[in-house]
């Protein structure tokens, strides 16, 4: 029987023991469905790099967290032992990122034929994943794609 999916509030729990340093820099999953995860972080001195902006590094974990938690979330439901792994990623970085960032993944369907392939052939698949982050004005600030490898484990 497949795995009911955990909160929000569980999610973002999970971020603070198994990865504290998107937790500590302020990477929180605001939403999230089959299709779509949005996920936020805000520019602080904590994070930020010496041009007074956002670090890209943390906008990446933002960008990483929103779509791999709908891969994540994918295989969980599958009830299959799936691994999952970052094989790929490239970014583009378009304006400064200062005040709240909206990092917004809307490729989830891409999901469900990689995890069908993998479960009915045993073999890996990869798929590409786009995250868009925004600052508060509506202007996107920057893209990042990223190229998930899933598999079955052994």
């Not at 400064?96 to 034929?113: L, N, P, S």
Request: hydrophobic share 40%; with cysteine; charged share 20%.
């Amino acid at each position: 029987m497949p795995a009911k999916s955990p909160s929000i509030f569980q999610i973002n729990l999970f971020t603070f023991f198994k990865l504290p340093s998107a937790w500590w820099s302020g990477v929180r999953l605001k939403s999230i469905d089959h299709k779509r995860a949005v996920v936020t972080v805000k520019h602080r001195w904590f994070n930020q790099n010496p041009f007074n902006s956002m670090f890209w590094a943390v906008q990446g974990m933002a960008a990483e967290f929103s779509t791999g938690i709908l891969v994540s979330t994918a295989i969980r439901e599958s009830g299959h032992k799936i691994s999952m792994l970052v094989q790929n990623n490239n970014a583009n970085f378009s304006k400064k990122a200062t005040g709240r960032i909206t990092f917004t993944c809307e490729d989830g369907h891409r999901i469900d034929d990689a995890l069908k392939k993998t479960i009915e052939t045993g073999e890996g698949q990869t798929l590409w994943m786009k995250s868009v982050g925004i600052n508060q004005d509506g202007v996107v600030v920057s893209t990042f794609n990223f190229e998930w490898t899933i598999r079955l484990k052994a």
